[in-house]
């Protein structure tokens, strides 16, 4: 099992092996955290993310991480759920997308791994219930993976996850 940290941030600036994208099933990019690690990465993210299209909810693919600042070599790109009021499966959708990410990451051998919080921005799911299905899905899927970092982009991200993780 992995260390989990909670810290606010960029993700495009974590230096971690990996960092996952809150991506969407065509993988070419779009707003939110997407669209800055699009901007990091460069042009070239797009072409190898369209290569792997369409990828699910709650499943997770990988590409190099192109211009990124080393030591970030790879971007594991997850599909979260849209926020339907709960009623599609979306708990398990999302804590599906940690883990699956989790695992793509071991795959890789990367032994440090940097979250978005998957799907509450432009895809609506409830901060707070996100917040605890990051932290209990990350803090429980067995990897070689050493250190798990879920980075909010704002406060209130933040004392959602500290609190998730005591
Ligand atoms: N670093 C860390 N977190 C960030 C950053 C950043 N640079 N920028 C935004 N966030 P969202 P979703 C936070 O909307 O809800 C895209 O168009 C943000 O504040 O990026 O999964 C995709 O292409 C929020 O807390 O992702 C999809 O179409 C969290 O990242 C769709 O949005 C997730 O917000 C995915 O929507």
Same mark, same amino acid.
């Given at each position: 099992?992995a260390?989990?940290?909670?810290?606010?941030?960029?993700?495009?600036? #974590?230096?971690?092996?990996?960092?996952?994208?809150?991506?969407?099933?065509?993988?070419?990019? @779009?707003?939110?955290?997407?669209?800055?690690?699009?901007?990091?990465?460069?042009p070239?993210?797009?072409?190898?993310?369209?290569?792997?299209?369409p $990828?699910?909810?709650? #499943? =997770?693919?990988?590409?190099?991480?192109f211009?990124l600042?080393?030591?970030?070599? &790879?971007?594991? &790109?997850?599909?979260?759920?849209?926020?339907?009021?709960?009623t599609?499966?979306? /708990?398990?959708?999302? !804590?599906? $997308?940690?883990?699956?990410s989790?695992?793509?990451?071991?795959?890789?051998?990367?032994?440090?791994? !940097?979250?978005? /919080?998957?799907?509450? @921005?432009?895809?609506g799911y409830?901060?707070d219930? !996100?917040?605890?299905?990051?932290?209990? %899905?990350?803090?429980?899927?067995? %990897?070689?993976?050493?250190?798990?970092?879920?980075?909010?982009?704002?406060?209130? %991200?933040?004392?959602?996850? %500290? =609190? !998730?993780?005591?």
């Amino acid at each position: 099992m992995a260390r989990v940290e909670v810290v606010q941030g960029d993700i495009t600036r #974590e230096d971690v092996d990996a960092i996952v994208n809150a991506a969407n099933s065509s993988l070419r990019g @779009g707003g939110g955290v997407d669209g800055a690690i699009h901007r990091a990465a460069g042009p070239r993210l797009k072409e190898a993310g369209a290569a792997l299209a369409p $990828c699910p909810p709650g #499943e =997770a693919v990988a590409t190099p991480a192109f211009d990124l600042d080393p030591p970030v070599r &790879h971007v594991i &790109h997850t599909v979260g759920p849209v926020w339907k009021g709960g009623t599609r499966d979306e /708990a398990s959708l999302l !804590a599906s $997308c940690y883990r699956r990410s989790v695992e793509v990451a071991d795959s890789l051998g990367a032994r440090s791994v !940097a979250f978005p /919080a998957i799907s509450t @921005g432009i895809y609506g799911y409830p901060p707070d219930q !996100a917040a605890r299905i990051a932290v209990d %899905t990350v803090r429980s899927v067995p %990897t070689r993976v050493e250190l798990i970092r879920l980075v909010a982009f704002d406060r209130v %991200t933040y004392d959602l996850l %500290t =609190a !998730a993780l005591d």
